[in-house]
């Protein structure tokens, strides 16, 4: 059973930057697509980034294009997000999720969620 599993968060200074990485276990990652979200309190999950199984393929949100960048490396089983020049609205708890080889823009598309990782970004 595949599990993933989030680390990385951390409180950071706007401007600031931080790498999430997403660990799987119990399967490979080879076959799967993985993205990653974010929840603010009081607002809905959104999607912030996807890569496809074979990592040809990266959607991100327009509100961090040109900031985030994903990353994968099936031969760790890992995903990774980078995170630069971060704001305070990049505040949230980041969750990363899987859904076979291919991205979608739905939340409820993906499954295997894990527990996620609080970015909190302040002065």
């Known amino acids: 059973q595949l599990q993933l599993v989030e680390s990385g968060g951390g409180l950071v200074q706007p401007g600031g930057s931080l790498r999430l990485s997403c660990a799987a276990s119990?399967?490979?990652?080879?076959?799967?697509?993985i993205g990653w979200f974010r929840q603010a309190p009081g607002k809905e999950r959104e999607v912030v980034s996807c890569?496809?199984?074979?990592?040809?393929?990266?959607n991100y949100a327009d509100s961090v294009k040109g900031r985030f960048t994903i990353s994968r490396d099936n031969a760790k089983n890992t995903v990774y997000l980078q995170m630069n020049s971060l704001k305070p609205e990049d505040t949230a708890i980041y969750y990363c999720?899987?859904?076979?080889?291919?991205?979608?823009?739905?939340?409820?598309?993906?499954?295997?969620w894990g527990q996620g990782t609080q970015v909190t970004v302040s002065s």
């Open positions: 119990g399967f490979t990652l080879d076959y799967l697509a």
């Open positions: 890569i496809s199984s074979s990592g040809g393929s990266t």
């Open positions: 999720a899987a859904r076979g080889y291919y991205c979608s823009d739905y939340v409820s598309f993906f499954g295997s």
